[in-house]
Nanobody, 124 residues
């Protein structure tokens, strides 16, 4: 059974930082890439960042470039999202997801397995 478990969300003031973690497990795990997405109330789920399993390439949404950093700790089977300079516009539920090896890193249909999400709230 494939499992993705996010943690690290919470309430932070604008300008602050949070680090999200996504612990991964399961026998049939994709080894292509892992991604982070977010969904704000009333909005569609959107791409935030992705990292290839090898860790040699990363991808970011324009809205988070220079502020967020995705990384992959292979021995721990954990992917992280370091979020700095947070703004109220970053408020959302954040999900990690496993890329299925096909399609764009930026698209939700390219990811087969999803975590339950962790809430990030940024106050002004």
């Amino acid at each position: 059974q494939v499992q993705l478990v996010e943690s690290g969300g919470g309430l932070v003031q604008a300008g602050g930082s949070l680090r999200l973690s996504c612990a991964t497990s399961g026998r049939t795990f994709s080894r292509y890439a892992m991604g982070w997405f977010r969904q704000a109330p009333g909005k569609e789920r959107e791409f935030v960042a992705a990292v290839r399993w090898s860790g040699d390439r990363t991808f970011y949404a324009d809205s988070v470039k220079g502020r967020f950093t995705i990384s992959w700790d292979s021995p721990k089977n954990t992917v992280y999202l370091q979020m700095n300079s947070l703004t109220p516009e970053d408020t959302a539920v954040y999900y990690c997801a496993d890329h299925n090896g096909y399609g764009s890193y930026y698209s939700t249909p390219s990811y087969d397995y999803w975590g339950q999400g962790t809430q990030v709230t940024v106050s002004s």
